[in-house]
Structures are given as C-alpha cells and as structure tokens.
C-alpha cells in the first residue's frame, strides 16, 4: 500500500531512477531487518539516546531483511518487481538509502559507505533462482 509522503516525493523527483515504491519498500525492509535482528528503536517518548548505534543496520544487513521481505512479499515476482522500480544491483538500494540520508529521511553513522552496498549478491541468483516453494505449508 502506497502513502503519499511529500519529503519522499521530493526525493523521487530529485532523482527519477527509482520509483516512490523502492523507497516505501526500503523504509519497510530497515523495520523488518531491525525487528529479525532484534534491534527495533524505541517507540516516540522513550529515551532516544544512542538510538542510532543500537538499533543501527549496516549495509549488507538491510540487504539481507531486503532480500527475505521481497521474497515474502512477492514470492517470484521480486526480481520482477525490483526491476519496475528501476533496482538492477545491489548497489542501487545503496543509492537509495544515501538518497535518503540526504533528505534526512534517514540516519547513517560515519561508517556507513555506498561502497557497503556494492555487489553483496546478485538479484537474479538472490530473487530467481534461490527461491523455493515451501510445501509444508500446504499439508
């Protein structure tokens, strides 16, 4: 489900390449990567001190939650899907996320690089070709 936010629709318009959705879809991967590795932030009132190195996700994680959300989420159609919002590498998540740093829609520590993004997996081999059917579920 889409919700129009005017600061990402200005980072949309800055930069085309990708669509509103990547940006929706990175914001619900970094909650799902923080909740899988149990590094969810506060809720709005509690003590916001060092939230950022506690609950921070590095590069190749994000990728990692990106990677199992997409598949939960579109099953075979993720690559497909990644595709229409213009994300061919792993590099281009990375490009988004600086992308949102930029726009301060998001936080990074001084450690944090594009670099971090660059070549972690292949889509085709993460998306296509690794998925399975899981047929437990239907017995």
Known sequence: MTI???KLEEVVRKDPRYAYEAYEFLFKALNFTQK???REPPEEGENLANVD???HVSGPELLEGVRALALREFGM???TV???WGIDRTDDFGEIVFNLVEAQ???KT??????DFRGVYDLD???VQGFRIQLDEAR
């Open 4 to 6: 129009f936010n005017a």
């Open 125 to 127: 081999e993460a998306l």
């Open 53 to 55: 190195r506690k609950h």
């Open 105 to 107: 829609l998001m936080s």
């Open 82 to 84: 990644f595709h229409m």
């Open 36 to 38: 899988t590795l149990g």
């Open 110 to 115: 001084q450690d944090d690089a594009r670099e």
């Open 77 to 79: 159609l993720a690559r």
